[in-house]
């Protein structure tokens, strides 16, 4: 096919006229018949050669182009008698109201239309087009009441519409005919007043008499496993009308009785009718022989599998590839592991040049089926060439400058890395190519943030750059480098998960130590060669310091800071305090706080010294020490982390006694009508609230005995307070107390009359006969408990699966409506037409992923300057 | 290159006893790294606005839950009154105020108490026990609830004065013990006095229009009103209130009374609240990019399609948002011509999108060899 450098400027959207219709087409269709006995187009038909061709083989007579080749060419039907066209019939009411029945004038008097003519400039001139249209509207609305034509003094009738498409004068039919002969009569000065630009066209283009038929390419037929064909719902409209047509036509030449020509003149009028829109809520909608409502015109234009949504916003693309992910910690975190089925399949087009003519030779040489090899070649004129074992040998003859390779992916290419639903920008990245064994696509744990991932069955998707241009815009600015710091509040989002953080915090505990031996292994294991200090003994957080440069200074809280309120700093009891003087950690343990995805405050600092490229090594090297880390001492999660002292247990049992005691007391002040309800809300509703929040705090009271009960060798509550994974409240979920479920926000309260379980008294407003889990998941719930349990999980999940489509369409109109803004060169922000929206971006001109978390930070540039 | 005001301020503050060499090399910094901080220029901040603001909404729960540290009243919170504010409703779904006080009376609990009795909206309704359309006679007949007028300090007096300016015409007898009974003056239809009890139900005895509830809550060791229904206007010239911090949830009203930029500003902190609230954080500037689109003509536009999306001058990107086949018919009918100037138009033509790198045209000098 040949390439169009052409730039369309402009689109202009009008009116199509009847004598335009006939000059771009090519055939007048006046049969209802497709194929002849062969199964060849008949000519004059619906599937006539001359409007395209669909099946291979064929060639198109108008254009001599095969299938793909040929766009498609129009055809047209003369109407025997004009029908309304239904999409236009609000304006052809208009005509008819606001117009004289006899000379088709405007019904507004000359000396008002002067004035309405200097209105009209002066709004168009100060508010725009759009503004000028809806005082048009009401120019129109006015003179639908005029009941004497201010030209010719007519008296005028009322004109009903009798949706959809039948137009009633006092109680008269009128006819397409009649319609369209009032409307031919209206001047082109009168037109704007109704509404209708006189440039688009003439109003009673609105009526059809001739109508288009769609190129053959439009409405493919398909040939069934069978060998039948199947014909596209528009081929079986378009065969209706024709039908109903030549009917029509016969029955008009016969002079047959007006009743007839009238059931088949409305019978025209309905196929025309579903041909343009088959959802018109007044007539039936036209049928499949299966049932199935036909998809017309209207049809496929709209809604999200319309044309608008589906293929023109967005569109099928060529070198892309989908699969299941995996992790690799061992991989760098820019990089995307490939599997070489991929890689073999997927091909980078690479110029030969007089420099690089030998390597890319080689590429072609080994051909499609031996890794790295090649699959086409393209020739300087544009013919493409099959590299099989037949063909190698001329091609690696006549292979020269000028030619392009289409060679297999090779290590250090680069590729666009996606996963839906792509919410924000990071959820599309470059990344390098790393071929591996296996069938997955492999990330680094550390990039999983970004692109909402997990491996539990998730596949996501691979798209390859074909120019030189596109592959270095990605590798600019879509490389995951680029994307560490997310613009929504300026943190890094890519940073370290779960284990890494578990595995750094156990290592840099107070404590901690290795042999020299046990570190030089460590070291090796995460790709970290330089030469350790003589030292026979290390300690964890020597160890941490070996990754950090010389020169980094950080200063940080843990997250186990207790916000004293005089901070000890370095010298913090708790080792809150984390502080790294010259590359060396000198206080605190690393946890989810300094090197946490979308927290790592360590990682920041990290970045704003040393630049995202040495970041994204820095990173992978402390996550995979955390790893390492574990594997040397061993981690692991078991039962008897959620074990509770004798002593404690009888803590958290008299804890829920007081609450459950406590709420009764409530219940019991409520049933005696001695409480006071709050302004505004009823007695039930304030002790409902009451006693919601006394379990509640009850519930966290649990929380922290069982947090204030274990061990720091407990891994699960490692995992806790390193902010890796869980929080206390999920230990102590399992150990002691579920606590308080909700349905809809409140205390369920549905079920039978009166009590939501049969086995509960009526009326019973105690914790337990509303839903409150006094067991722990270990200990077991008892039925009742397991019920309630349930009722609340389905709640929230009925919660997540409305909010996603909620959420989803919200940021479609944010992202519809803020879609063209842009900064202007001279720093102003501005939508589209140039009107200014910002003087200066956010008001200080900021970027907030260059920013200090969206600020300038004075302070810090002073200590820095001036020490 | 000039420093932002904030910026410049703060440079100042720091350098303070500083000599001037050092001051220089900070404010030269600063001016340094300011500079490498700018926004580059066809960045395409609005959807990375619109995208900073859509993702954490599916971090967000559906439900009303209460407001935070008081039980007491419910405000719509979450995803819902995040939408709320971008579809620039007319009237949020819970309308609060949040009324500040003057100084000298925000510390003071009795005379915040005393206020706060004052802007409710005592009605009727809300002061009576019973009341009976008597048909016989062709009167209404009201029994005061003696306990609820106590708890509103009001007095059979204040009563009256609301009933006689009400039903200026009409027979009113009132009891001392609190029984009422009107006589309607002329008409004798029994539509005539069913209306009639209605809008004795709803006489307004006291307080501001609107005002349905009041809690008055300590804040940082000053005391604040929060309000259920509001009424900005009224409020706004209530004795003791401090108009210039006290404001509505409702983004219409405060466009009515304090004009566009307080409803930008509330727009602002309506929609950052919220987030915050969620726990989850969202830099400033992107909610201030919508809130400025959204009020950009003077008036308030929602992200809807009849607001900002309907406004587009482009045919073919209000096409593509929604209702496709309208758009398509008017911009015939209105000889529309789409100049292709936004995004969304040339993705559909497969030409390069004017913003970002599409944006630049490069020019190469050759050496002439």
């Given at each position: 096919?040949?390439?169009?450098?052409?730039?369309?400027?402009?689109?202009?959207?009008?009116?199509?006229?009847?004598?335009?219709m006939?000059?771009?087409?090519?055939?007048?269709?006046?049969?209802?018949?497709?194929?002849?006995?062969?199964?060849?187009?008949?000519?004059?038909?619906?599937?006539?050669?001359?409007?395209?061709?669909?099946?291979?083989?064929?060639?198109?007579?108008?254009?001599?182009?095969?299938?793909?080749?040929?766009?498609?060419?129009?055809?047209?039907?003369?109407?025997?008698?004009?029908?309304?066209?239904?999409?236009?019939?609000?304006?052809?009411?208009?005509?008819?109201?606001?117009?004289?029945?006899?000379?088709?004038?405007?019904?507004?008097?000359?000396?008002?239309?002067?004035?309405?003519?200097?209105?009209?400039?002066?709004?168009?001139?100060?508010?725009?087009?759009?503004?000028?249209?809806?005082?048009?509207?009401?120019?129109?609305?006015?003179?639908?009441?005029?009941?004497k034509?201010?030209?010719?003094?007519?008296?005028?009738?009322?004109?009903?519409?009798?949706?959809?498409?039948?137009?009633?004068?006092?109680?008269?039919?009128?006819?397409?005919?009649?319609?369209?002969?009032?409307?031919?009569?209206?001047?082109?000065?009168?037109?704007?007043?109704?509404?209708?630009?006189?440039?688009?066209?003439?109003?009673?283009?609105?009526?059809?008499?001739?109508?288009?038929?769609?190129?053959?390419?439009?409405?493919?037929?398909?040939?069934?496993?069978?060998?039948?064909?199947?014909?596209?719902?528009?081929?079986?409209k378009?065969?209706?009308?024709?039908?109903?047509?030549?009917?029509?036509?016969?029955?008009?030449?016969?002079?047959?009785?007006?009743?007839?020509?009238?059931?088949?003149?409305?019978?025209?009028?309905?196929?025309?009718?579903?041909?343009?829109a088959?959802?018109?809520?007044?007539?039936?909608?036209a049928?499949?022989?299966?049932?199935?409502?036909?998809?017309?015109?209207?049809?496929?234009?709209?809604?999200?599998?319309?044309?608008?949504?589906?293929?023109?916003?967005?569109?099928?693309?060529?070198?892309?590839?989908?699969?299941v992910?995996?992790?690799?910690?061992?991989?760098?975190i820019?990089?995307?592991?490939?599997?070489?089925?991929?890689?073999?399949?997927?091909?980078?087009?690479?110029?030969?040049?007089?420099?690089?003519?030998?390597?890319?030779?080689?590429?072609?040489?080994?051909?499609?089926?031996?890794?790295?090899?090649?699959?086409?070649?393209?020739?300087?004129?544009?013919?493409?060439?099959?590299?099989?074992?037949?063909?190698?040998?001329?091609?690696?003859e006549?292979?020269?400058p000028?030619?392009?390779?289409?060679?297999?992916?090779?290590?250090?290419?680069?590729?666009?890395?996606?996963?839906?639903?792509?919410?924000?920008?990071?959820s599309?990245?470059?990344?390098?190519?790393?071929?591996?064994?296996?069938?997955?696509?492999?990330?680094?744990?550390?990039?999983?943030?970004?692109?909402?991932?997990?491996?539990?069955?998730?596949?996501?998707?691979?798209?390859?750059?074909?120019?030189?241009?596109?592959?270095?815009?990605?590798?600019?600015?879509?490389?995951?480098?680029?994307?560490?710091?997310?613009?929504?509040?300026?943190?890094?989002?890519?940073?370290?998960?779960?284990?890494?953080?578990?595995?750094?915090?156990?290592?840099?505990?107070?404590?901690?130590?290795?042999?020299?031996?046990?570190?030089?292994?460590?070291?090796?294991?995460?790709?970290?060669?330089?030469?350790?200090?003589?030292?026979?003994?290390?300690?964890?957080?020597?160890?941490?310091?070996?990754?950090l440069?010389?020169?980094?200074?950080?200063?940080?809280k843990?997250?186990?800071?207790?916000?004293?309120?005089?901070?000890?700093?370095?010298?913090?009891?708790?080792?809150c305090?984390?502080?790294?003087?010259?590359?060396?950690?000198?206080?605190?343990a690393?946890?989810?706080?300094?090197?946490?995805?979308?927290?790592?405050?360590?990682?920041?600092?990290?970045?704003?010294?040393?630049?995202?490229?040495?970041?994204?090594?820095?990173?992978?090297?402390?996550?995979?020490?955390?790893?390492?880390?574990?594997?040397?001492?061993?981690?692991?999660?078991?039962?008897?982390?959620?074990?509770?002292?004798?002593?404690?247990?009888?803590?958290?049992?008299?804890?829920?006694?007081?609450?459950?005691?406590?709420?009764?007391?409530?219940?019991?002040?409520?049933?005696?009508?001695?409480?006071?309800?709050?302004?505004?809300?009823?007695?039930?509703?304030?002790l409902?609230?009451?006693?919601?929040?006394?379990?509640?705090?009850?519930?966290?009271?649990?929380?922290?005995?069982?947090?204030?009960?274990?061990s720091?060798?407990?891994?699960?509550?490692?995992?806790?307070?390193?902010?890796?994974?869980?929080?206390?409240?999920?230990?102590?979920?399992?150990?002691?107390?579920?606590?308080?479920?909700?349905?809809?926000?409140?205390?369920?309260?549905?079920?039978?009359?009166?009590r939501?379980?049969?086995?509960?008294?009526?009326?019973?407003?105690?914790?337990?006969?509303?839903?409150?889990?006094?067991?722990?998941?270990?200990?077991?719930?008892?039925p009742?408990?397991?019920?309630?349990?349930?009722?609340?999980?389905?709640?929230?999940?009925?919660?997540?699966?409305?909010?996603?489509?909620?959420?989803?369409?919200?940021?479609?109109?944010?992202?519809?409506?803020?879609?063209?803004?842009?900064?202007?060169?001279?720093?102003?922000?501005?939508?589209?037409?140039g009107?200014?929206?910002?003087?200066?971006?956010?008001?200080?001109?900021?970027?907030?992923?260059?920013?200090?978390?969206?600020?300038?930070?004075?302070?810090?540039?002073?200590?820095?300057?001036?020490? | 290159?000039?420093?932002?005001?904030?910026?410049?301020?703060?440079?100042?503050?720091?350098?303070e006893?500083l000599?001037?060499?050092?001051?220089?090399?900070?404010?030269?910094?600063?001016?340094?790294?300011?500079?490498?901080?700018?926004?580059?220029?066809?960045?395409?901040?609005?959807?990375?606005?619109?995208?900073?603001?859509?993702?954490?909404?599916?971090?967000?729960?559906?439900?009303?839950?209460?407001?935070a540290?008081?039980?007491?009243?419910?405000?719509?919170?979450?995803?819902?009154r995040?939408?709320?504010?971008?579809?620039?409703?007319?009237?949020?779904?819970?309308?609060?105020?949040?009324?500040?006080?003057?100084?000298?009376?925000?510390?003071?609990?009795?005379?915040?108490?005393?206020?706060?009795?004052?802007?409710?909206?005592?009605?009727?309704?809300?002061i009576?026990?019973?009341?009976?359309?008597?048909?016989?006679?062709?009167?209404?007949?009201?029994?005061?609830?003696?306990?609820?007028?106590?708890?509103?300090?009001?007095?059979?007096?204040?009563?009256?004065?609301?009933?006689?300016?009400?039903?200026?015409?009409?027979?009113?007898?009132?009891?001392?013990s609190?029984?009422?009974?009107l006589?309607?003056?002329?008409?004798?239809?029994?539509?005539?006095l069913?209306?009639?009890?209605?809008?004795l139900?709803?006489?307004?005895?006291?307080?501001?229009p609107?005002?349905?509830?009041?809690?008055?809550?300590?804040?940082?060791?000053?005391w604040?009103?929060?309000?259920?229904?509001?009424?900005?206007?009224?409020?706004?010239?209530?004795?003791?209130?401090?108009?210039?911090?006290?404001?509505?949830?409702?983004i219409?009203?405060?466009?009515?009374?304090?004009?566009?930029?307080?409803?930008?500003?509330?727009?602002?902190?309506?929609?950052?609240?919220?987030?915050?609230?969620?726990?989850?954080?969202?830099?400033?500037?992107?909610?201030?990019?919508?809130?400025?689109?959204?009020?950009l003509?003077?008036?308030?536009?929602?992200?809807?399609?009849?607001?900002?999306?309907?406004?587009?001058?482009?045919?073919?990107a209000?096409?593509?948002?929604?209702?496709?086949?309208?758009?398509?018919?008017?911009?015939?009918?209105?000889?529309?011509?789409?100049?292709?100037?936004?995004?969304?138009?040339?993705?559909?033509?497969n030409?390069?999108?004017?913003?970002?790198?599409?944006?630049?045209?490069?020019?190469?000098?050759?050496?002439?060899?």
């Amino acid at each position: 096919m040949e390439v169009v450098r052409e730039k369309i400027e402009k689109l202009e959207f009008k009116l199509i006229s009847p004598s335009f219709m006939k000059k771009m087409a090519i055939v007048k269709v006046i049969t209802p018949e497709l194929y002849d006995a062969d199964g060849y187009p008949v000519d004059g038909g619906l599937m006539d050669i001359r409007m395209g061709v669909v099946d291979p083989g064929l060639r198109c007579r108008t254009c001599g182009g095969r299938v793909k080749e040929c766009p498609g060419h129009f055809g047209f039907i003369e109407l025997a008698r004009p029908a309304v066209h239904v999409r236009f019939v609000p304006w052809i009411i208009d005509f008819l109201r606001c117009t004289c029945r006899k000379c088709s004038r405007i019904l507004i008097s000359p000396d008002k239309i002067a004035a309405y003519v200097k209105d009209i400039k002066k709004i168009e001139r100060q508010k725009g087009e759009l503004e000028k249209w809806k005082f048009i509207k009401g120019v129109t609305k006015r003179c639908r009441t005029v009941s004497k034509c201010p030209y010719c003094g007519e008296k005028q009738s009322k004109i009903k519409l009798e949706k959809p498409t039948t137009f009633n004068e006092d109680r008269i039919r009128l006819t397409p005919i009649d319609i369209r002969e009032r409307l031919e009569r209206i001047p082109d000065e009168d037109l704007l007043f109704l509404g209708l630009e006189p440039l688009a066209g003439r109003p009673e283009w609105m009526i059809i008499t001739l109508l288009p038929v769609p190129p053959v390419t439009v409405r493919p037929s398909i040939t069934l496993e069978s060998g039948q064909r199947s014909e596209d719902d528009l081929t079986h409209k378009l065969g209706d009308i024709v039908r109903t047509n030549q009917r029509l036509f016969e029955n008009l030449n016969a002079g047959a009785p007006e009743i007839i020509i009238d059931d088949l003149w409305d019978l025209l009028q309905y196929h025309v009718t579903t041909f343009f829109a088959n959802n018109i809520s007044q007539i039936p909608p036209a049928r499949h022989r299966s049932g199935r409502p036909l998809k017309t015109l209207a049809e496929r234009i709209k809604s999200k599998e319309g044309r608008f949504r589906r293929n023109l916003a967005g569109k099928r693309v060529d070198f892309s590839s989908r699969t299941v992910i995996s992790p690799d910690p061992h991989i760098q975190i820019n990089e995307v592991g490939i599997p070489q089925v991929v890689a073999i399949e997927l091909t980078v087009p690479e110029r030969v040049t007089e420099w690089n003519k030998d390597y890319l030779v080689g590429f072609v040489k080994r051909g499609p089926t031996k890794y790295p090899g090649a699959n086409y070649v393209i020739t300087p004129d544009g013919k493409r060439k099959k590299v099989i074992p037949d063909t190698v040998d001329v091609i690696l003859e006549e292979i020269k400058p000028g030619y392009i390779v289409e060679r297999h992916m090779i290590d250090r290419d680069v590729v666009i890395f996606n996963r839906q639903p792509s919410l924000h920008k990071m959820s599309m990245m470059a990344h390098y190519v790393k071929v591996l064994p296996g069938k997955t696509f492999r990330i680094n744990p550390c990039t999983t943030t970004p692109y909402n991932a997990d491996f539990d069955g998730d596949e996501m998707n691979l798209h390859v750059p074909q120019t030189e241009e596109s592959r270095a815009e990605a590798e600019m600015l879509m490389n995951v480098a680029n994307q560490i710091i997310t613009p929504r509040y300026g943190l890094p989002i890519i940073g370290s998960e779960q284990d890494h953080i578990s595995g750094c915090y156990l290592l840099t505990q107070e404590g901690f130590t290795l042999s020299r031996s046990e570190t030089s292994q460590l070291m090796m294991s995460i790709g970290q060669f330089e030469k350790l200090p003589a030292k026979k003994i290390f300690t964890g957080k020597e160890i941490f310091s070996l990754l950090l440069p010389e020169d980094f200074n950080f200063e940080g809280k843990t997250k186990r800071c207790r916000r004293h309120d005089k901070c000890e700093g370095k010298d913090c009891e708790y080792d809150c305090y984390v502080c790294v003087e010259n590359g060396q950690l000198k206080s605190g343990a690393i946890d989810d706080r300094s090197i946490g995805a979308g927290s790592g405050k360590l990682y920041h600092e990290f970045i704003k010294f040393y630049g995202t490229e040495r970041a994204i090594d820095f990173f992978q090297k402390v996550s995979l020490l955390g790893i390492k880390v574990l594997n040397m001492i061993g981690f692991t999660v078991k039962l008897s982390d959620t074990d509770i002292a004798p002593e404690s247990f009888s803590e958290i049992k008299s804890i829920l006694n007081n609450a459950e005691a406590e709420s009764y007391m409530l219940i019991e002040k409520y049933n005696k009508r001695q409480m006071r309800a709050y302004p505004g809300r009823t007695l039930k509703e304030t002790l409902e609230s009451n006693v919601m929040s006394v379990l509640n705090r009850a519930r966290n009271k649990v929380s922290k005995v069982v947090e204030s009960h274990t061990s720091s060798k407990n891994y699960t509550m490692v995992m806790a307070d390193s902010g890796a994974r869980g929080s206390s409240l999920n230990v102590a979920l399992i150990a002691a107390c579920v606590g308080q479920t909700a349905l809809r926000g409140s205390r369920i309260n549905k079920g039978y009359s009166e009590r939501v379980f049969p086995h509960f008294e009526k009326n019973d407003l105690g914790p337990g006969a509303h839903g409150f889990i006094r067991h722990g998941y270990k200990g077991g719930l008892n039925p009742f408990e397991f019920f309630f349990h349930a009722i609340s999980g389905r709640d929230s999940m009925m919660d997540t699966s409305m909010r996603t489509p909620k959420s989803g369409y919200m940021q479609r109109r944010l992202v519809n409506a803020l879609q063209d803004i842009k900064v202007h060169f001279d720093g102003t922000v501005r939508d589209s037409s140039g009107t200014v929206i910002q003087f200066k971006y956010g008001e200080d001109g900021i970027d907030v992923t260059k920013s200090d978390g969206g600020k300038i930070n004075v302070g810090d540039i002073k200590n820095e300057v001036i020490g | 290159m000039t420093l932002p005001p904030s910026i410049k301020k703060a440079v100042e503050r720091e350098s303070e006893g500083l000599n001037k060499s050092k001051s220089k090399k900070l404010l030269e910094e600063t001016e340094r790294r300011f500079r490498e901080m700018s926004v580059v220029p066809a960045e395409a901040v609005g959807v990375i606005s619109a995208q900073s603001i859509g993702e954490p909404g599916t971090q967000m729960t559906m439900r009303t839950k209460h407001f935070a540290g008081v039980t007491e009243m419910n405000v719509t919170l979450g995803l819902p009154r995040l939408i709320e504010i971008f579809d620039a409703r007319r009237e949020p779904s819970t309308p609060t105020m949040t009324i500040r006080l003057q100084d000298d009376v925000a510390s003071d609990e009795n005379k915040v108490r005393e206020i706060a009795a004052k802007i409710l909206e005592v009605s009727f309704e809300s002061i009576m026990k019973e009341i009976v359309i008597d048909l016989l006679n062709f009167k209404i007949e009201v029994t005061l609830d003696n306990s609820s007028m106590e708890s509103f300090n009001i007095d059979i007096k204040d009563v009256e004065k609301a009933m006689n300016k009400v039903f200026k015409k009409h027979k009113i007898v009132i009891l001392k013990s609190g029984l009422i009974r009107l006589s309607p003056k002329d008409t004798k239809t029994i539509l005539n006095l069913y209306k009639m009890k209605m809008k004795l139900k709803s006489m307004h005895i006291r307080g501001v229009p609107g005002i349905v509830q009041v809690l008055p809550i300590k804040r940082r060791g000053s005391w604040i009103i929060m309000t259920a229904g509001t009424n900005l206007r009224r409020v706004l010239k209530v004795p003791g209130v401090d108009p210039t911090r006290t404001f509505s949830n409702n983004i219409h009203e405060m466009f009515r009374v304090l004009g566009v930029e307080a409803a930008r500003n509330s727009i602002v902190n309506e929609a950052l609240g919220t987030l915050k609230q969620q726990g989850l954080e969202v830099d400033i500037r992107h909610i201030m990019l919508v809130a400025d689109t959204m009020t950009l003509n003077g008036d308030i536009r929602g992200i809807t399609r009849y607001g900002i999306s309907g406004d587009k001058a482009s045919v073919l990107a209000r096409a593509s948002f929604e209702v496709p086949l309208k758009h398509l018919f008017n911009a015939a009918v209105h000889n529309e011509v789409d100049n292709l100037s936004s995004v969304i138009e040339n993705v559909m033509i497969n030409q390069p999108i004017p913003i970002g790198t599409g944006l630049l045209k490069l020019v190469v000098k050759r050496d002439k060899k």
